[in-house]
Nanobody, 112 residues
Framework: VVLVESGGGLVQPGGSLRLSCAAW????????MAWYRQAPGKQRDMVAS????HTNYADSVKDRFTISRANGKSDLQMDNLLPEDTAVYYC??????????WGQGTQVTVSS
């Protein structure tokens, strides 16, 4: 499976961005699709995940970010962005068996 992210960029605080992740290969309904982010000097943390219609969010992005999924594609709608949301965002696909696939990452910068 190859994951390709798009939609990153520079946005002012309070603005919005929509990230997209397209999966090329076999994707199953039991697979979890998730978004992670990694800021410079920090660990990679989960932002949001979705599987079988069930979603999960990090506390820091609840009520601001929305994850969605349609077949092998996942979007992350990010609203009311804050400077601390600046990071490289990665798409992940995780099989029920535990096997993981990662995208190459897309930079999101929130700055005035």
């Amino acid at each position: 499976v190859v994951l390709v992210e798009s939609g990153g960029g520079l946005v002012q605080p309070g603005g919005s961005l929509r990230l997209s992740c397209a999966a090329w290969g076999s994707v199953f309904i039991s697979d979890t699709m998730a978004w992670y982010r990694q800021a410079p000097g920090k660990q990679r943390d989960m932002v949001a995940s979705i599987v079988s219609g069930h979603t999960n969010y990090a506390d820091s992005v609840k009520d601001r970010f929305t994850i969605s999924r349609a077949n092998g594609k996942s979007d992350l709608q990010m609203d009311n962005l804050l400077p601390e949301d600046t990071a490289v965002y990665y798409c992940q696909l995780r099989r029920a068996s535990g096997e993981e696939y990662w995208g190459q990452g897309t930079q999101v910068t929130v700055s005035s």
